[in-house]
């Protein structure tokens, strides 16, 4: 008996059973041959498009993409003109970039920059102009200072104009002549009745009036420029020292005083008042011929 409860007692020892592939709280249903499975996503998702996010997802993800680096712009104008590197990154909602608000203010900077340029321009311009109005207004003055003394030069030429001291003028003697009046002539002589007029042949100042050795009766009339003409052999004078007298005025009458044969008009040139030269040359240089 003892024995026999004792072996009871002894715990028995439990078979392990094959393990079942089906839980048994869900036991596995097959499905009936001839039909298919069900499938939860057949309706509203192909097999394609199983693995992508929905349409709001994807919207978000575009707009952060966008904003972190599809609308990066990159400025460059500064007021110098130089590049500056400045980086404008893009409205993270909109990828609209900050660009049009930079650009409205360099284009004021540019605005301003290209209008202190046009302002010196205008200025450097308008210095340029007015220089060359000075320079045009000095020219015009030098011009019609130079113009005045041209009119007045040719005024005093035709003041000075030399003329013939007789009419008509006919000469019997010339300059370096020999004959019966001196051993070498140094006058011009023109033919003359007694009495006919003598004119000054330009304009001068009388000088000297009187008689003089076998000159006779002799006027002297000094030019401007120095240059003495004397009128020898006058039977009567015309003017007195110190009268001033102008081409073509009367000073004198032909006559036979002094070492002559006949009446005539003995005329001499002295610049400066020293010795002749040949009246006839001087003539000719002031644009008369004898």
């Known amino acids: 008996m003892g024995s026999h409860r004792a072996d009871s007692r002894a715990p028995r020892r439990r078979t392990p059973a094959a393990a079942d592939p089906t839980?048994?709280?869900?036991?596995?249903?097959?499905?009936?041959?001839?039909?298919?499975?069900?499938?939860?996503?057949?309706?509203?998702?192909?097999?394609?498009?199983?693995?992508?996010?929905?349409?709001?997802v994807l919207l978000g993800v575009a707009a952060l993409a966008i904003s972190a680096g599809g609308a990066v712009t990159v400025s460059s104008d500064d007021i110098t003109g130089a590049s500056s590197g400045r980086v404008l990154a893009?409205?993270?909602?909109g990828g609209a970039s900050s660009q049009s608000s930079s650009d409205l203010l360099a284009g004021r900077r540019t605005v301003s920059r290209d209008s202190r340029r046009d302002a010196l321009?205008?200025?450097?311009d308008a210095d340029l102009v007015a220089e060359a109005e000075a320079l045009t207004r000095q020219r015009n003055a030098a011009l019609a200072q130079f113009a005045?003394?041209?009119?007045?030069?040719?005024?005093?030429?035709?003041?000075?104009?030399?003329?013939?001291?007789?009419?008509?003028?006919?000469?019997?003697?010339?300059?370096?002549d020999y004959g019966l009046w001196a051993n070498y002539h140094t006058g011009?002589?023109?033919?003359?009745?007694?009495?006919?007029?003598?004119?000054?042949?330009?304009?001068?100042?009388?000088?000297?009036?009187?008689?003089?050795?076998?000159?006779?009766?002799?006027?002297?009339?000094?030019?401007?420029?120095?240059?003495?003409?004397w009128y020898c052999h006058q039977s009567s004078y015309g003017v007195s020292e110190g009268d001033e007298v102008r081409a073509g005025e009367v000073i004198g009458y032909i006559g036979s005083t002094g070492n002559v044969t006949g009446s005539h008009l003995h005329l001499e040139v002295r610049p400066g008042g020293g010795?002749?030269?040949?009246?006839?040359?001087?003539?000719l240089v002031h644009g008369i011929t004898p």
Do not use: C, M
């Open 275 to 283: 010795d002749p030269v040949d009246p006839y040359e001087a003539f």
């Open 121 to 124: 321009a205008d200025a450097a």
């Open 188 to 229: 011009l002589d023109f033919n003359g009745h007694e009495g006919q007029e003598i004119k000054s042949v330009a304009n001068g100042v009388v000088t000297s009036v009187g008689y003089d050795g076998s000159y006779g009766n002799k006027t002297v009339v000094t030019l401007e420029d120095g240059t003495e003409i």
């Open 23 to 56: 839980p048994a709280t869900s036991p596995r249903r097959h499905a009936a041959p001839g039909r298919r499975r069900a499938s939860k996503h057949t309706g509203s998702r192909g097999p394609l498009f199983r693995g992508l996010p929905s349409v709001p």
């Open 148 to 176: 005045k003394q041209a009119e007045a030069q040719s005024r005093k030429i035709a003041l000075n104009q030399w003329v013939l001291p007789v009419s008509p003028s006919i000469t019997t003697a010339e300059f370096g």
């Open 90 to 93: 893009a409205n993270a909602l």
